[in-house]
């Protein structure tokens, strides 16, 4: 057996495993909705582009829009209505500083809105990339009228250079938290928080290494604490992996977390965190061998409940162009905090003088723990604040900022893997079902402008739907939700679109509605018709968790629809499926249509080639799907086909077409005409025969000009007399045939190829004869 046929069996073998074990690929989404401006709301303003920054201000029933060159105001409840806008464009001359340093003028020189957060005093903290320059700002929404205050904060460490950067900020308590660069080049990562007191990362490649952030979050761990502990901000990124032994490099999954009263140390790490703790974020995806790298993450917390109980959703794709699969995993906020807390650290070990590798510490532990918050323990201790830490413990977390442990997703395994368009960004809403449990909705949005509405119900993952928001494909870039109106705002470059989050009136029938499987709709007995949990007070058939649709009322008979066909005809008959789950099939008066060469089952329809007598009869489309419990069959469409006959009976040559007849019939008409003309003016000897072109001109050369032309006109009749004899065509040369269509007073000459000194021979051209005595 060839080595590599036993290699690639022993890679695949597990892939094949997990295939085989309930494939989370079959996941396709039940319904599929296309393009429509019913769809969404849609705003885009000519010129502009870049609606990437969002801000809900649901105070003021608006959401804020940072775009390129300006920020809009529109009204959270119809995106349409812009209430106000302010351009906040660059000068002339930073457009061409920008220039200048190798930028180009019309994309990466102008200002993009990055920053955009709520201050406690109700203005918004607003910062742009300003021409590879970044500034901040602060503005106001006051009398309809948004305005900037002009103020020119240094945007340095707050927002991008770069405007395809990818950067991550969080405003917590009118202190901003910022993960970008700090230089023109991008070469400097940094997280900074900007106030009170400055503090950032160190710029070491042990603590940010490549990184490209995505996404940050605050977590009240004070609230309820025994230990007396801060509250936390993580930082969700992913780098080039110093702890990898490998030649090229490795792109891994992290997540950061700082204290949030961290003020940096005395000696050791000053203005520098003290808290900075990082570990590798873990999302196995069907044994790959490379791991995926995050894209996007949601927090979700129930209000009701304690911090511990919050999770965090994220999405990962592969770094590896070989494979299109996606994929959302999930994670306990304690599991994360207990490896911080509680778990052991790498550190850096020189091999041979020149070699780094990262191994598990195994020493002892400073006390207080490296990169810890300061607790009741360091209180009673005399450490009150980061300044009071011994630099022991400082240089400790300095040098060892990495978690030996990796954080595992909830059940060891993806909620979610999917096939098809790469995912981009991630929300999640909770909602109570009418079954009293509460279920979490997933609203994913893609690269190809496609937004995926899923749940998971006791560890089934379910597509209810995929709807396209944009009319041509635009990767969604930024996803929020809102509380207050149930609406979700999807941004990219080309505009934002608002969708509601239930789509209820897509099921026509209670079967369709109980199906679907949607936590928000159900099927309401006396409206009849599905509506949202929501919007009404009486109970509705529903059944998420299973899909149970046998309380449905039976369903209405479908309408037949009466269908002629000619014979020999072709004709398709729709069934459109209500379902991407379901299956169809056809019925001819009670007996299965089976595929043939005149009968072919398509995904929407049957199609019928050549008609005759023997398609005549009721036709009916039964959709089948299966849920958890049972089966259900639809009859979805319903027709009469009949053959129509003529009123009267014609023949076969006119029922192929008359015109086609007709025509054959002139063709051969003009033919036999042609034909005969020429054979008249050669048994005349108006025109001479090509083969006794040769005898003339010999005849000619001899001088006897009378008989020559007596010979020629017997000759012509004999060859005539023979062709006819012998079926041959009659043709004329060209010169003869040319000079004959020229009805003029010339004369044509002919003259011998074989001798130039030949007598030439001068007839009269042809005149017309109307008497047979001019003959």
Same mark, same amino acid.
């Given at each position: 057996m060839? /080595?590599?046929?036993?290699v690639s069996i022993f890679w695949l073998l597990p892939l094949a495993l997990v295939l085989d074990d309930d494939s989370p690929l079959d996941c396709v989404p039940r319904r599929s909705v296309p393009y429509h401006s019913d769809n969404a709301h849609l705003f885009h303003e000519e010129g502009m582009s870049n609606y990437t920054t969002m801000l809900l201000r649901e105070d003021l029933g608006l959401l804020l829009l940072g775009a390129k060159e300006a920020v809009y105001a529109l009204d959270l409840n119809d995106i349409t209505k812009k209430r106000a806008s302010v351009k906040w464009e660059v000068t002339q001359q930073q457009e061409d500083d920008c220039h200048n340093k190798g930028k180009e003028p019309e994309t990466q020189c102008k200002n993009y809105i990055r920053i955009l957060h709520k201050l406690d005093d109700n203005r918004m903290y607003v910062c742009g990339t300003n021409a590879f320059n970044p500034e901040c700002d602060y503005m106001s929404y006051a009398n309809g009228k948004l305005t900037l205050e002009k103020k020119g904060e240094d945007g340095k460490g707050k927002c991008p250079f770069d405007p395809i950067q990818r950067y991550a900020s969080i405003m917590v308590d009118d202190n901003l938290y910022s993960a970008t660069s700090m230089n023109f080049l991008g070469s400097e990562p940094v997280l900074m928080r900007s106030s009170p007191s400055s503090i950032r990362t160190e710029f070491k490649s042990s603590w940010l290494n490549e990184p490209n952030f995505?996404?940050?979050?605050?977590? /009240? @761990?004070?609230?309820?604490?025994? @230990?007396?502990?801060?509250?936390?901000? &993580?930082l969700f990124f992913s780098e080039s992996a110093v702890e990898c032994d490998c030649y090229n490099k490795l792109v891994v999954s992290r997540v950061a977390r700082v204290c949030k009263g961290d003020v940096g140390g005395e000696r050791t790490l000053q203005k520098k965190w003290t808290s900075f703790l990082k570990a590798r974020l873990e999302c196995p995806v069907l044994g790959s061998q490379l791991p995926y790298i995050?894209?996007?993450? &949601?927090r979700w917390c129930d209000p009701d409940q304690h911090w511990k109980s919050c999770f965090f959703y994220a999405i990962f794709t592969p770094q590896a162009d070989t494979s299109d699969l996606s994929a959302v995993c999930a994670y306990r906020v304690s599991d994360i905090s207990r490896v911080f807390a509680e778990g052991k650290y790498k550190m850096p070990v020189?091999? @041979?003088?020149s070699y780094v590798k990262w191994v598990m510490y195994s020493g002892?532990? /400073?006390?207080p723990r490296p990169g810890a918050c300061i607790d009741k323990v360091a209180r009673e201790a005399g450490i009150t604040q980061s300044l009071d830490l011994p630099d022991r413990t400082l240089q400790f977390v300095k040098d060892r900022p990495l978690m030996d442990q990796a954080i595992q997703p909830i059940g060891k395994k993806p909620l979610l893997v999917r096939r098809g368009a790469t995912f981009t960004c991630i929300v999640v809403n909770h909602v109570q079902a009418a079954d009293g449990h509460k279920y979490h909705v997933m609203f994913i949005g893609t690269e190809d402008g496609s937004l995926l509405k899923a749940a998971n119900y006791d560890g089934e993952m379910f597509i209810i739907e995929q709807v396209q928001l944009f009319q041509s494909p635009?990767?969604? %870039?930024? #996803?929020?939700?809102?509380?207050v109106t149930d609406q979700l705002y999807a941004g990219s470059d080309y505009g934002v679109v608002?969708?509601?989050?239930?789509?209820?009136?897509?099921? #026509?029938?209670?079967m369709d509605c109980v199906l679907a499987r949607d936590p928000y709709c159900g099927w309401d007995k006396v409206a009849g018709s599905c509506v949202a949990l929501s919007s009404t007070q009486r109970e509705l058939i529903q059944s998420v968790r299973d899909g149970d649709a046998s309380l449905c009322p039976k369903a209405a008979p479908v309408p037949i629809v009466n269908q002629s066909i000619l014979p020999g005809g072709n004709v398709k008959l729709l069934c459109p499926s209500p379902s991407n789950l379901a299956t169809t099939s056809w019925e001819r008066d009670g007996r299965h249509v089976t595929s043939s060469l005149r009968h072919q089952l398509l995904q929407d329809g049957l199609l019928i080639l050549n008609a005759s007598d023997s398609d005549v009869g009721r036709y009916r489309c039964l959709s089948v799907e299966h849920s958890k419990v049972d089966k259900y069959t639809t009859r979805v469409a319903e027709y009469q086909l009949d053959v129509k006959r003529a009123a009267t009976s014609v023949p076969q040559s006119q029922r192929r077409g008359p015109s086609v007849v007709g025509l054959q019939a002139a063709v051969g008409l003009l033919v036999v005409s042609l034909l005969a003309l020429l054979a008249w003016n050669f048994y005349n000897g108006?025109?001479?025969? /090509?083969?006794?072109?040769? @005898?003339? %001109?010999?005849?000619?050369?001899?001088g006897s000009h009378g008989q020559g032309g007596h010979t020629s006109t017997g000759s012509h009749q004999v060859a005539l007399m023979s062709g006819l004899t012998e079926g041959k065509p009659l043709v004329s040369g060209s010169g003869q045939s040319r000079s004959n269509n020229n009805h003029t007073d010339r004369e044509v000459g002919f003259s011998s190829g074989e001798d130039d000194d030949a007598t030439r021979v001068t007839l009269p051209s042809l005149q017309f004869i109307d008497d047979e005595s001019e003959i």
């Amino acid at each position: 057996m060839h /080595p590599l046929f036993c290699v690639s069996i022993f890679w695949l073998l597990p892939l094949a495993l997990v295939l085989d074990d309930d494939s989370p690929l079959d996941c396709v989404p039940r319904r599929s909705v296309p393009y429509h401006s019913d769809n969404a709301h849609l705003f885009h303003e000519e010129g502009m582009s870049n609606y990437t920054t969002m801000l809900l201000r649901e105070d003021l029933g608006l959401l804020l829009l940072g775009a390129k060159e300006a920020v809009y105001a529109l009204d959270l409840n119809d995106i349409t209505k812009k209430r106000a806008s302010v351009k906040w464009e660059v000068t002339q001359q930073q457009e061409d500083d920008c220039h200048n340093k190798g930028k180009e003028p019309e994309t990466q020189c102008k200002n993009y809105i990055r920053i955009l957060h709520k201050l406690d005093d109700n203005r918004m903290y607003v910062c742009g990339t300003n021409a590879f320059n970044p500034e901040c700002d602060y503005m106001s929404y006051a009398n309809g009228k948004l305005t900037l205050e002009k103020k020119g904060e240094d945007g340095k460490g707050k927002c991008p250079f770069d405007p395809i950067q990818r950067y991550a900020s969080i405003m917590v308590d009118d202190n901003l938290y910022s993960a970008t660069s700090m230089n023109f080049l991008g070469s400097e990562p940094v997280l900074m928080r900007s106030s009170p007191s400055s503090i950032r990362t160190e710029f070491k490649s042990s603590w940010l290494n490549e990184p490209n952030f995505v996404s940050m979050a605050q977590m /009240p @761990e004070s609230d309820q604490s025994d @230990e007396g502990d801060d509250d936390k901000v &993580y930082l969700f990124f992913s780098e080039s992996a110093v702890e990898c032994d490998c030649y090229n490099k490795l792109v891994v999954s992290r997540v950061a977390r700082v204290c949030k009263g961290d003020v940096g140390g005395e000696r050791t790490l000053q203005k520098k965190w003290t808290s900075f703790l990082k570990a590798r974020l873990e999302c196995p995806v069907l044994g790959s061998q490379l791991p995926y790298i995050i894209q996007d993450t &949601y927090r979700w917390c129930d209000p009701d409940q304690h911090w511990k109980s919050c999770f965090f959703y994220a999405i990962f794709t592969p770094q590896a162009d070989t494979s299109d699969l996606s994929a959302v995993c999930a994670y306990r906020v304690s599991d994360i905090s207990r490896v911080f807390a509680e778990g052991k650290y790498k550190m850096p070990v020189t091999v @041979e003088t020149s070699y780094v590798k990262w191994v598990m510490y195994s020493g002892d532990v /400073p006390v207080p723990r490296p990169g810890a918050c300061i607790d009741k323990v360091a209180r009673e201790a005399g450490i009150t604040q980061s300044l009071d830490l011994p630099d022991r413990t400082l240089q400790f977390v300095k040098d060892r900022p990495l978690m030996d442990q990796a954080i595992q997703p909830i059940g060891k395994k993806p909620l979610l893997v999917r096939r098809g368009a790469t995912f981009t960004c991630i929300v999640v809403n909770h909602v109570q079902a009418a079954d009293g449990h509460k279920y979490h909705v997933m609203f994913i949005g893609t690269e190809d402008g496609s937004l995926l509405k899923a749940a998971n119900y006791d560890g089934e993952m379910f597509i209810i739907e995929q709807v396209q928001l944009f009319q041509s494909p635009q990767s969604i %870039k930024i #996803l929020r939700f809102s509380n207050v109106t149930d609406q979700l705002y999807a941004g990219s470059d080309y505009g934002v679109v608002q969708v509601p989050v239930a789509t209820c009136g897509r099921s #026509l029938s209670c079967m369709d509605c109980v199906l679907a499987r949607d936590p928000y709709c159900g099927w309401d007995k006396v409206a009849g018709s599905c509506v949202a949990l929501s919007s009404t007070q009486r109970e509705l058939i529903q059944s998420v968790r299973d899909g149970d649709a046998s309380l449905c009322p039976k369903a209405a008979p479908v309408p037949i629809v009466n269908q002629s066909i000619l014979p020999g005809g072709n004709v398709k008959l729709l069934c459109p499926s209500p379902s991407n789950l379901a299956t169809t099939s056809w019925e001819r008066d009670g007996r299965h249509v089976t595929s043939s060469l005149r009968h072919q089952l398509l995904q929407d329809g049957l199609l019928i080639l050549n008609a005759s007598d023997s398609d005549v009869g009721r036709y009916r489309c039964l959709s089948v799907e299966h849920s958890k419990v049972d089966k259900y069959t639809t009859r979805v469409a319903e027709y009469q086909l009949d053959v129509k006959r003529a009123a009267t009976s014609v023949p076969q040559s006119q029922r192929r077409g008359p015109s086609v007849v007709g025509l054959q019939a002139a063709v051969g008409l003009l033919v036999v005409s042609l034909l005969a003309l020429l054979a008249w003016n050669f048994y005349n000897g108006h025109l001479p025969l /090509p083969w006794n072109c040769n @005898e003339k %001109k010999k005849g000619q050369s001899n001088g006897s000009h009378g008989q020559g032309g007596h010979t020629s006109t017997g000759s012509h009749q004999v060859a005539l007399m023979s062709g006819l004899t012998e079926g041959k065509p009659l043709v004329s040369g060209s010169g003869q045939s040319r000079s004959n269509n020229n009805h003029t007073d010339r004369e044509v000459g002919f003259s011998s190829g074989e001798d130039d000194d030949a007598t030439r021979v001068t007839l009269p051209s042809l005149q017309f004869i109307d008497d047979e005595s001019e003959i």
